[in-house]
């Protein structure tokens, strides 16, 4: 998982930091800066992968609009030529981002230096592996499978002196800290591995913005697969789910799910569209059985977000890592709060992480604030338009037995508008 960002000089963010747990709300008032937080993570995965053209952006969930907008320029300071983003994944990675434009007419941001990353360990466990990879190359012995990743990052002269600062560092100390070793890399290709999980996960990072009209499509060209950021697909997911057979129990698991709508009874895909997939049938409980089956066209909308919504966080056939911005479109209140926990239990069952904005209060109740992996973020801007964030904490035993929803509206949380 991706456990800290620092990103500087986006849109309304001038410099910000914020640490992530698996489940991540974000509020604040409209024009706040959620959505560009959202952004500058998405430009950090395409930049991962080297796709920085508009199309791919839009296709994400990013903006893009011309580059003296997509810079900082608050009325403090002048614009300044690069964006910054860096990352801290579990697996003790960190890449660095520095993008730049040169403001000519349909050119395409760049990622300005190949990058770097950085790799954080206890000394005494960087030395050992860092004598490992030296000793496999005076012998020219074969790289073992678990280094060759990091081992192509680093040139043997690097490696040598490394290995002789990390020798002077633990003979000059006593605790065996932390030592984080620095490595530039060529467009990250090399931290692609398996042993790079939370590159991988940023690579795939999409913004979701469902909408009625698009989860009631088969698919739609240049989406990107499975889902598109604004629902497209859905139907299609849907059978794939229904006719492979490793993906049985997560299609039941959805269908249950989706019993929290009281006259919700089941989802099927009929077998004569399985080919085509132009439809699903929905079956109402209330309904006789000579009405028949509803279809996805008069289907209510909120089932349908709920739908996709869980078949977003229920298997590996979605991103690890993405966030949905407003969360709460199209849902009863109660329905969001009961949403948030129904989510939280699926991200941690199928090893996703995510970020969920929403302005309705109510979202919040949803959230268990003593579980560190579920956290509350309040955005705002400063006295000088910066975008700044707030992590609202809850520890066991708090004296408040005020719901977080009270909390919202009320005011004691911030990220409400003052100016009325």
Known sequence: M????????????????????????????????????????????????????????????VRPSEPRHMRCALNSEAPSSDIVVSLSSQDKTRVNFVLTHDGRPYSSWKCKSSGEASVILKTSRMLAILEMMLAERETNAPIDSNLAPLSKLIETDRLASAIAELRELERTTEEDDDTELVLKTDKFSSLKSDKSKGVKDLMEFVIFSPENQSLRTFEREGQIEPLGIRGEGLLKFLQVLDSTPSYEDAFLSIRKRLKILGWFDDLFVPASERNSTSKIEIKDRYLSESAGRLDQFSANEGFLFLLFYFCLFSTDLTPRFFAVDNVDASLNPKLCAHLVTELASLAGANDKQAILTTHNPATLDGLDLNDDEQRLFVISRGDEGETKIRRIKQKEGSASDVKLSTAFINGYLGGLPKNF
């Open 2 to 61: 991706i456990r800290e960002i620092q990103i500087e000089n986006f849109k309304s963010i001038k410099k910000m930091k914020l640490e992530l747990g698996r489940v991540n709300v974000f509020i604040g008032e409209n024009g706040s800066g959620k959505s560009n937080i959202l952004e500058a993570i998405a430009l950090a995965g395409a930049a991962a992968g080297d796709r920085l053209d508009n199309e791919f952006l839009f296709s994400r969930g």
